[in-house]
Each structure stands twice: as C-alpha cells, then as structure tokens.
C-alpha cells in the first residue's frame, strides 16, 4: 500500500532565512509526488510534482522540490521564506500499482516569523 | 481560482438529516475525487469518478454516495448525519492520466447540529 508521511507538525523560519518542508513516501511501483499548499478557509493549491526525469522541480511562487529514490523522500524547499508563504502544506503520492489513488500526507503547517 | 466549482459554500444541518453537496470540475477534466478534511483525521479520499463510472473507492461510509453526472458534474450525498460528519468537503478534478495533478474547488463546510 502507498503511504505518506511528513514527520513535522510545524515548522517555523524567519523571514529571508531558506526553508525545508519534509515528505517521506511508500510505494510499491514507481512514485507520482506532489506537493500542495492549503491558506485558511480555502482549497489546496498545486503546488508541483515529480513525474520523471529531472530530480529536482521547479514549481509555483519560488517553490522547489527534490525527489531522492534512495531515501524515498520528496522535501519541499524555498531559498528565501515570506510571511505570505505561511500556510499547510501537504506532500501527496499517487502509486502507478494502485490506480489513480492520491495519499495526502498529515500536512505540515509553515510559520515564517517577520 | 482553479476553476473547480462547489456549491453550498456553507452547510448547516441537523443530525439524522440528508444532503447533497456538487461539484462542477475544470473544463475538459473527466476525473473527479471527493475528500473530507476534519481537524483530527486530516484529508481523508473518499471516493473518485472517471467519467461517470466510479474508479476509485477510499475511506467513504455506507451513508455516503456519490454520482457522476454525463455532464461531468458529480454529486456527493450524505444521509443520516452524525456530529461526527462535521467537516470540511472537498472536490478535486483532474485530466484523465495518472501523471495530473489534481485541482481543489474552495470546499464546502458543514457542521451538523
């Protein structure tokens, strides 16, 4: 079975500082990640994705992520947090064994101090 | 605005009561999933439709269904409400490959009394 795990309920960072969002994953066949950004009271925003290729990707709003196959992780980064970019995120993962099934991961809320 | 539409924004309902919550997807997009995110439970999937035909099922409850509509709209119907069905409801849609990303309505949010 496909599973997601993100270890950190909270991360906090200051303003300007780079930040790290954790995602670790379990597939049986290859991975499709994601990563999506929630603010209050609204729906998630896509973020980007990891299909193949290139393992590193470049998504929305300065957002990047690396995908590891070794340590089965897809962490979300940004070289330099904004108080804007404080929300939920949550890493998801679709299993090309099992359909089209997406696993969301618990979320992990991002506080950037000013 | 990721161009998935639900209606009612905002639900408020007795226990034991029925009702029915929709979703317009993107245009062009045949997939539609359904997700319930609660404080305690986080995004749980509850059901999915390529379409018309259900394709995926998750973490849905006898009392609910779901149905997609050959316009493509679905609807998710919720019957015998508890408390414990207080939450937040989400609509996705997505194109028809497993590489697409999904795209999130703005929910819709029902409380049971």
């Known amino acids: 079975a496909q599973s997601v795990a993100q270890p950190e309920d909270q991360v906090n960072v200051a303003e300007g500082n780079p930040l790290t969002v954790k995602c670790t994953y379990s597939?049986?066949?290859?991975?499709?990640l994601f990563w999506y950004v929630q603010y209050p009271n609204r729906g998630l925003q896509f973020l980007l994705k990891?299909?193949?290729?290139?393992?590193l990707v470049k998504g929305s709003y300065g957002f990047e992520a690396e995908f590891n196959k070794s340590q089965t992780s897809f962490h979300l980064k940004k070289p330099s947090a904004l108080v804007s970019d404080s929300a939920l995120y949550f890493c998801a993962v679709r299993d090309t064994n099992y359909g089209q099934n997406f696993v969301f991961g618990p979320g992990t809320r991002l506080s950037v101090l000013p | 605005d990721s161009g998935v539409t639900q209606t009612p924004k905002h639900l408020i309902t007795a226990t034991g009561q029925r009702v029915t919550l929709r979703c317009s997807p993107r245009?062009?997009?045949?997939?539609v999933y359904w997700y319930q995110q609660s404080l305690d439970q986080g995004l749980q999937f509850l059901i999915q439709?390529?379409?018309?035909?259900?394709?995926a099922k998750g973490n849905i409850l006898e009392r609910f269904s779901a149905q997609q509509f050959p316009d493509l709209h679905s609807e998710l119907n919720l019957s015998s409400l508890e408390l414990g069905d207080s939450a937040l409801y989400f609509c996705a849609s997505s194109g028809g490959g497993t590489g697409f990303e999904q795209y999130f309505g703005p929910g819709t949010r029902l409380t049971v009394t």
């Open positions: 439709y390529y379409n018309g035909e259900e394709r």
């Open positions: 597939v049986s066949g290859n991975p499709y």
């Open positions: 990891y299909i193949t290729g290139d393992n």
């Open positions: 245009s062009g997009d045949l997939s």
